[in-house]
């Protein structure tokens, strides 16, 4: 069986309404030496014939898999289900209810294999909602457009710890996935991918493209749709533990600037009052940015928190 050269993993949990539209989206890529995994979180709507549908339709390109006994156990360990499976050099993850613009494996792949000295490539997002009637809007993720960034900048300027917006559509090399063990379990929903790219951006370079690729579908059952300020404040303290614990076990090259980027989210989460004041006087600094020209500005850190 020939080796693809990048595994393509779309986790699902009753996505009945979108699911067929992301698989699509694979399908329809210019680039097609790829694999596409579909992980069954435990759905209990038509999602799971669906995805069984196109694992039949595409026998050795599309594959279905399930936790035993069709489990529930969460969006973490649904992606290491599908990391197990994987063969391709590069791993590319979606969501059930997301969608691809045609070109994006074709030109990560390029990215990447242009900059040896990067392990991950990302790009902006198209917060789409045109497919309900709305009006997308394009954003950049990361601290710089069309660059690239290096430990430790990377978990200093990025969302958790820093002000830019954290990547949503990334192309990883396997290796770098392997060398930092997949995803922590302990996140079933909320900051699973924070926890994930938080250990990639200690591990690699990336590279930060100005493209947008992903279409990001926001809907009523979507997991970031149903989020209480409540959830997010628990899940965030819980992650700014995790990761304190994580750098100090692993002893990381400087340390102490991440501990005290730490240190002051933490903060941050104590005096919400306080920090929401600010935040609001930065987007108002920002959009009047915006308004004066400097678009590049405005669009790099507009989202960044």
């Known amino acids: 069986m020939n080796i693809p050269s990048v595994s393509v993993i779309c986790i699902?949990?009753?996505?009945?309404?979108?699911?067929?539209?992301?698989?699509e989206s694979v399908v329809a890529q210019d680039f097609g030496d790829y694999e596409l995994i579909l992980v069954d979180d435990g759905s209990t709507d038509r999602s799971s014939d669906i995805a069984k549908r196109y694992a039949a339709d595409h026998s050795g390109r599309i594959f279905y898999l399930e936790h035993p006994g069709h489990a529930n156990l969460g969006m973490s360990a649904a992606r290491n289900l599908g990391l197990g499976k994987a063969r391709g050099r590069y791993v590319a993850m979606m969501d059930g209810d997301d969608c691809w613009i045609q070109s994006k494996l074709s030109e990560q792949v390029a990215i990447l294999e242009a900059n040896p000295d990067v392990g991950m490539v990302c790009g902006g997002y198209i917060e789409w909602k045109s497919w309900a009637g709305g009006t997308d809007q394009i954003f950049l993720a990361g601290?710089?457009?069309?660059?690239?960034?290096?430990?430790?900048?990377?978990?200093?300027?990025?969302?958790?710890?820093?002000?830019?917006?954290?990547?949503?559509?990334?192309?990883?090399?396997?290796e770098v996935v392997e060398r930092v063990g997949g995803y922590e379990t302990s996140f079933r929903t909320l900051y699973e991918d924070q926890a994930f790219l938080s250990k990639v951006f200690l591990e690699t370079g990336v590279y930060w493209s100005a493209r947008a690729w992903l279409k990001y579908r926001r809907h009523p059952e979507s997991c970031t749709m149903r989020i209480s300020a409540a959830d997010y404040t628990n899940a965030r303290r819980e992650f700014l533990d995790w990761f304190?614990?994580?750098?100090?076990?692993?002893?990381?090259?400087?340390?102490?600037?991440?501990?005290?980027?730490?240190?002051?989210?933490?903060?941050?989460l104590q005096h919400r009052t306080v920090y929401g004041l600010t935040r609001k006087v930065r987007v108002a600094l920002l959009e009047a940015a915006r308004v004066l020209g400097f678009e590049t500005v405005y669009r790099q850190y507009r989202h960044g928190g």
């Open 12 to 23: 699902f949990h009753d996505e009945q309404a979108y699911i067929a539209e992301a698989i």
């Open 143 to 174: 601290p710089v457009a069309n660059g690239k960034t290096f430990p430790p900048d990377t978990t200093l300027a990025v969302y958790p710890l820093g002000r830019a917006c954290n990547p949503t559509d990334p192309i990883i090399a396997r």
């Open 244 to 268: 304190s614990d994580y750098i100090a076990r692993r002893n990381v090259p400087h340390r102490r600037k991440i501990e005290r980027s730490i240190a002051r989210a933490r903060w941050e």
